[in-house]
């Protein structure tokens, strides 16, 4: 049986830590939470050679074991305590080779901990071509730890590391800068409470034990009481610290780094930097490479969500030329498959916009549209670093929340929670694509500008629009005494890493495929329950009222006796009740009793609208079952006017509905748990149901 060891991946932000994560365990890994903390962890397995098996762990990005975030303040609560289920046996510490002397830091830190590491010098083929030559030997002898120069991007060098980690000790690791001389009364007193002989740890645990679960009342009393003894001051002592750790590194370096590249090295990122990050040029190049994405996502996959269309339409039909007729037939072809075909559909939509937020990422592209927008931000109640929560809701709102624990103003962190929902994501992709190509025509302006697409991203343009309104009200209401500020690194220009395009297109399609498909089949399967049966009686009466026709032999009342019958048992059933039920609320707004069962039924994951209506559409056709979603939908009148259901106007007032509206379990929920409380989510889909509400009924009675 193969033996287990634990590695923790440590590392600056945009060291290349996570695409080493991604190559030492390619597809085998998992997110969870860190015990007690609501904070992403990602964990993977890899074959080290012979029987070692490496469980690895992915700590979050951080400059420091000082937390600015609590993202940062989960790495030294995992390295602190030995009992914890994350504690790593040794540590891989990534540090880019560009970049040596500031990510050294953070070595020479978690080095001072005791526990066995290897350095992965990252980016040296990248450190090669801006001139700087590193003597990896030379380091590793001064260090005293094994050093691997490694490109993660080019996937060079990690057999080399799988090697390094089989043979890693703790035995010829150098002491870095003397710590015991910050503060040796108060540091021999803190390891005489802990019973360790390790000079940083004691150290650390006087600046972060407040943090720490870790102790009794009565130790953190202790030790705050050591602290106000001997006049314990963190600020300073963290600031001396950083200082002397520099000039060890110094040391260190001199000799071992050999830099001809100094003027050139950041040169081509500084010239792109100039226009790409200009306050005109560099607003208009984000909008364009805005309108690329979204015209992209229609043009693009109009081509495979057409076979994936006709595919289903294809398994409906030769389910019911060959499965028998019954009530399981019509519930697994009417509600699982219709169901489940109105969301695999989308599957080309959701990999190309993720491929394009991945692209944008992996360049480094993301980081300047961050910092171009933090003045904006500001003047709206919100910082910089709120940007990427906003940018990360394209994809989803739920971890786009969770990383706002990275904003230090609880103030900022609030409102960027609060807004982030408002952005479009990828779940409402399936809703706005569904409803456009019902009422805005395929056509190109201009002979290359697709008028869905321009559509499609007028919607995610609303969507934004709308958050930064929120904020600055929101700025206007939340008052708090405290500052914020932003402080990024600007990564260099970089050629994306396909396979990692590629990788991030299959994961996140999967994983909307098998988190919405689960939903979406539940979800399917109860509806066609409550769409095929209803009150004894009233069905009784239906039955009675078409045998009556039938008896007549009325060729003309014949030819549409199922069609008519279906739809009058589909209006009469348990979900025709509870649509009729909320109709007299949502017709001022364009909507039917069809629609208001997609808006309850879509509370639980908003892509659910067109599970939801596919399987109402194949339950009201009666024995025309056969057909695709949209030209269901589109042939769908109104029995009142005679015109059809989806209109421009009420297209329009129900995916700017979706657009405001929270319709999400998941978010409702991970907010309570980021805030700790029922307030906010409250007023979340309070103000959030009450802006939907009122832009579609605006957009409606404007329109009809």
Same mark, same amino acid.
């Given at each position: 049986?193969?033996?287990?060891?634990?590695?923790?991946?440590?590392?600056?932000?945009?060291?290349?830590?996570?695409?080493?994560?991604?190559?030492?365990?390619?597809?085998?890994?998992?997110?969870?939470?860190?015990?007690?903390?609501?904070?992403?962890?990602?964990?993977?397995?890899?074959?080290?050679?012979?029987?070692?098996?490496?469980?690895?762990?992915?700590?979050?990005?951080?400059?420091?074991?000082?937390?600015?975030?609590?993202?940062?303040?989960?790495?030294?609560?995992?390295?602190?305590?030995?009992?914890?289920?994350?504690?790593?046996?040794?540590?891989?510490?990534?540090?880019?080779?560009?970049?040596?002397?500031?990510?050294?830091?953070?070595?020479?830190?978690?080095?001072?901990?005791?526990?066995?590491?290897?350095?992965?010098?990252?980016?040296?083929?990248?450190?090669?071509?801006?001139?700087?030559?590193?003597?990896?030997?030379?380091?590793?002898?001064?260090? #005293? %730890?094994? *050093?691997?120069?490694?490109?993660? $991007?080019?996937?060079?060098?990690? +057999?080399? &590391?799988? !090697?390094? /980690?089989? =043979?890693?000790?703790?035995?010829?690791?150098?002491?870095?800068?003397?710590?015991?001389?910050?503060?040796?009364?108060?540091?021999?007193?803190?390891?005489?409470?802990?019973?360790?002989?390790?000079?940083?740890?004691?150290?650390?645990?006087?600046?972060?034990?407040?943090?720490?679960?870790?102790?009794?009342?009565?130790?953190?009393?202790?030790?705050?009481?050591?602290?106000?003894?001997?006049?314990?001051?963190?600020?300073?002592?963290?600031?001396?610290?950083?200082?002397?750790?520099?000039?060890?590194?110094?040391?260190?370096?001199? #000799? %071992?780094? *050999?830099?001809?590249?100094?003027? $050139?090295?950041?040169?081509?990122? +500084?010239? &792109?930097? !100039?226009? /790409?990050? =200009?306050?005109?040029?560099?607003?208009?190049?984000?909008?364009?490479?805005?309108?690329?994405?979204?015209?992209?996502?229609?043009?693009?996959?109009?081509?495979?969500?057409?076979?994936?269309?006709?595919?289903?339409?294809?398994?409906?039909?030769?389910?019911?030329?060959?499965?028998?007729?019954?009530?399981?037939?019509?519930?697994?072809?009417?509600?699982?498959?219709?169901?489940?075909?109105?969301?695999?559909?989308?599957?080309?939509?959701?990999?190309?916009?993720?491929?394009?937020?991945?692209?944008?990422?992996?360049?480094?592209?993301?980081?300047? *549209?961050?910092?171009?927008?933090?003045?904006?931000?500001?003047?709206?109640?919100?910082?910089?670093?709120?940007?990427?929560?906003?940018?990360?809701?394209?994809?989803?709102?739920?971890?786009?929340?969770?990383?706002?624990?990275?904003?230090?103003?609880?103030?900022?962190?609030?409102?960027?929670?609060?807004?982030?929902?408002?952005?479009?994501?990828?779940?409402?992709?399936?809703?706005?694509?569904?409803?456009?190509?019902?009422?805005?025509?395929?056509?190109?302006?201009?002979?290359?500008?697709?008028?869905?697409?321009?559509?499609?991203?007028?919607?995610?343009?609303?969507?934004?629009?709308?958050?930064?309104?929120?904020?600055?009200?929101?700025?206007?209401?939340?008052?708090?005494?405290?500052?914020?500020?932003?402080?990024?690194?600007?990564?260099?220009?970089?050629?994306?890493?396909?396979?990692?395009?590629?990788?991030?297109?299959?994961?996140?399609?999967?994983?909307?495929?098998?988190?919405?498909?689960?939903?979406?089949?539940?979800?399917?399967?109860?509806?066609?329950?409550?769409?095929?049966?209803?009150?004894?009686?009233?069905?009784?009466?239906?039955?009675?009222?078409?045998?009556?026709?039938?008896?007549?032999?009325?060729?003309?009342?014949?030819?549409?006796?199922?069609?008519?019958?279906?739809?009058?048992?589909?209006?009469?059933?348990?979900?025709?009740?509870?649509?009729?039920?909320?109709?007299?609320?949502?017709?001022?707004?364009?909507?039917?009793?069809?629609?208001?069962?997609?808006?309850?039924?879509?509370?639980?994951?908003?892509?659910?609208?067109?599970?939801?209506?596919?399987?109402?559409?194949?339950?009201?056709?009666?024995?025309?079952?056969?057909?695709?979603?949209?030209?269901?939908?589109?042939?769908?009148?109104?029995?009142?006017?005679?015109?059809?259901?989806?209109?421009?106007?009420?297209?329009?007032?129900?995916?700017?509905?979706?657009?405001?509206?929270?319709?999400?379990?998941?978010?409702?929920?991970?907010?309570?748990?980021?805030?700790?409380?029922?307030?906010?989510?409250?007023?979340?889909?309070?103000?959030?149901?009450?802006?939907?509400?009122?832009?579609?009924?605006?957009?409606?009675?404007?329109?009809?």
């Amino acid at each position: 049986m193969a033996s287990t060891i634990k590695i923790a991946l440590v590392g600056n932000p945009n060291t290349g830590k996570s695409t080493l994560f991604n190559l030492l365990t390619g597809l085998n890994q998992k997110i969870g939470n860190f015990p007690g903390i609501t904070v992403d962890k990602k964990i993977g397995y890899s074959k080290l050679g012979g029987d070692k098996l490496a469980e690895i762990i992915d700590l979050p990005g951080t400059y420091s074991l000082y937390p600015k975030s609590r993202d940062e303040r989960v790495v030294f609560q995992v390295l602190a305590d030995k009992t914890n289920a994350s504690y790593p046996d040794l540590m891989v510490v990534v540090v880019d080779a560009t970049n040596m002397r500031r990510n050294l830091l953070l070595y020479t830190q978690v080095a001072d901990l005791g526990i066995p590491i290897v350095l992965a010098l990252n980016m040296t083929d990248m450190a090669m071509k801006e001139g700087i030559n590193v003597n990896v030997d030379k380091l590793a002898e001064r260090l #005293g %730890v094994q *050093v691997v120069a490694i490109s993660a $991007r080019s996937n060079k060098g990690i +057999d080399a &590391l799988k !090697r390094a /980690l089989l =043979n890693t000790s703790i035995a010829t690791q150098v002491p870095g800068a003397d710590m015991l001389a910050l503060a040796p009364e108060a540091i021999a007193k803190s390891k005489a409470l802990l019973g360790t002989d390790e000079d940083y740890y004691a150290l650390q645990i006087l600046h972060q034990h407040a943090h720490l679960d870790l102790y009794s009342t009565e130790q953190h009393q202790a030790f705050a009481d050591i602290k106000a003894e001997h006049g314990f001051e963190s600020s300073k002592l963290q600031a001396a610290e950083t200082i002397s750790r520099y000039r060890y590194l110094g040391s260190i370096l001199s #000799g %071992v780094i *050999v830099d001809t590249g100094a003027l $050139r090295k950041f040169a081509f990122s +500084d010239k &792109l930097d !100039r226009i /790409l990050t =200009n306050k005109f040029s560099g607003f208009l190049i984000f909008f364009l490479i805005l309108f690329f994405v979204f015209n992209s996502i229609f043009s693009w996959s109009a081509y495979p969500m057409e076979l994936i269309e006709n595919g289903f339409v294809w398994l409906t039909e030769q389910g019911h030329a060959h499965l028998p007729d019954g009530v399981l037939t019509n519930l697994f072809l009417d509600g699982v498959v219709a169901g489940l075909g109105g969301i695999v559909i989308f599957i080309p939509q959701i990999a190309i916009l993720f491929a394009f937020i991945s692209i944008l990422e992996d360049t480094g592209y993301m980081a300047r *549209v961050t910092f171009m927008m933090d003045k904006i931000m500001r003047k709206f109640g919100l910082s910089g670093k709120s940007v990427v929560p906003m940018i990360g809701s394209l994809a989803c709102a739920v971890p786009s929340i969770m990383s706002a624990r990275n904003i230090e103003s609880w103030k900022d962190r609030i409102i960027t929670i609060m807004v982030v929902p408002l952005v479009s994501c990828s779940a409402r992709l399936p809703v706005y694509t569904l409803l456009i190509s019902l009422i805005i025509p395929e056509k190109m302006i201009f002979g290359f500008i697709n008028l869905q697409g321009l559509t499609l991203m007028g919607m995610y343009v609303i969507s934004i629009l709308a958050a930064i309104i929120v904020a600055f009200v929101m700025k206007l209401i939340i008052k708090a005494k405290e500052k914020s500020y932003f402080i990024m690194e600007l990564p260099v220009y970089r050629m994306p890493r396909w396979s990692n395009v590629l990788f991030t297109m299959y994961e996140k399609s999967k994983t909307f495929v098998l988190e919405a498909g689960k939903v979406i089949i539940a979800i399917s399967i109860i509806l066609w329950v409550l769409a095929s049966y209803g009150p004894p009686k009233r069905f009784n009466e239906i039955d009675k009222k078409y045998a009556l026709i039938e008896a007549k032999k009325d060729s003309t009342a014949i030819s549409t006796l199922e069609r008519d019958k279906a739809a009058e048992r589909l209006e009469n059933s348990y979900a025709g009740v509870i649509g009729h039920a909320i109709e007299p609320v949502i017709r001022p707004l364009g909507f039917d009793w069809k629609i208001g069962i997609a808006l309850v039924t879509s509370f639980a994951a908003r892509e659910a609208f067109v599970g939801t209506m596919a399987t109402i559409y194949s339950v009201d056709n009666g024995d025309e079952q056969v057909g695709t979603i949209r030209n269901k939908m589109a042939a769908a009148k109104n029995a009142d006017t005679g015109l059809p259901v989806f209109t421009f106007a009420t297209g329009l007032s129900l995916m700017l509905f979706y657009a405001f509206a929270m319709q999400c379990m998941s978010t409702v929920a991970v907010v309570f748990r980021e805030t700790k409380s029922w307030k906010w989510p409250v007023i979340q889909l309070l103000y959030m149901t009450g802006m939907a509400y009122v832009a579609s009924l605006i957009a409606f009675q404007l329109l009809k």
